[in-house]
């Protein structure tokens, strides 16, 4: 590896695997640039434990039940590995995908978000509350349904860590206006006119352009660089989101690639290229989630739920 490929993968790897400040920042710290409420999707990943509201610095929280719940939801929510194990195994954090702790621009941000839920899960073809869709994280991105767990450990909406979970983002969302999205959601989507057919995507040229801009940091084996204690986050393998995830999904990677990738210097690539390597990441094997058959029931299976496609086709050679 070249010095300078050490040198970003050490400063990527201390911003995706630190643990959150306990103390406010130094008086006279630079400022990050702020979009409204959130970090700017422009502003370097060595920025990734900035947080425009830290309740662990909040001196308007007091030793409340609640209080303390905020808490250690915001604590699971950037440590989750080593707040959780059991419940992330593959040792991704909620955020790896939602960063700066849900408060950055382009980046999936739950600011004012859980004024939204109730919300229906196109998914599911129901009504979720703000606990499904947490729950569905850690079954999902998380892989919680490893088959590590027993029965009545399986994460749910009554679980203490979605519940304290439920309380950060619900803290998070205080002030903000009931059933109205808020501006910043969903701008981590590439435009519908962008979008190029899944069967015209290229994994071969993803991969090339992979190992050229995403492999320092991620390895050309998607397993994440090792400097000492520290490893990015794997993106295929046991170890990596399952095939039920949202990650799974082309568009939905591509639109993370595209707006928060490279980790120094994010939002420098194209809306094609990121497709291209959400492809290629999308081709690899990964972690079956166990559940698949339950989705789609109701709505039409999107272009880009790729897995399903395959597990589709395979049942029907089987016939």
Known sequence: MTRHAVIAAALLLAAACARPPEKPATEGAPRIPMTGPLIAASVSMKA???FPKNPLTDTTLDHSRLSEEIRRGFRLFTSTPAEAPRLAPGGMSCTNCHMNAGQRER?????DVAGMFPEYNR???RLFSLGDRITDCFLRSENATAGRLAPDEVPN???????????????LSKGGAMGKNPPWRGQNAIAQAALVPVDQLDPKKGEAIYNDRCATCHGPDGQGVQIGDKIAGPLWGPRSW????GAARVYTLAGMIRYSMPYLDPGNISDADAQHVAAFIDSKPRPAFPYKDRDYRVEKLPPDAVYYTRQLTTARLGD
């Open 48 to 50: 990734a434990w900035e």
């Open 107 to 111: 980046s999936m941000p739950l600011v």
């Open 123 to 125: 998914r599911s073809a």
């Open 157 to 171: 909406p009554a679980s203490p860590e979605v519940l304290a979970i439920s309380a950060y983002l619900t803290w």
């Open 242 to 245: 399952n095939d039920g995830a």
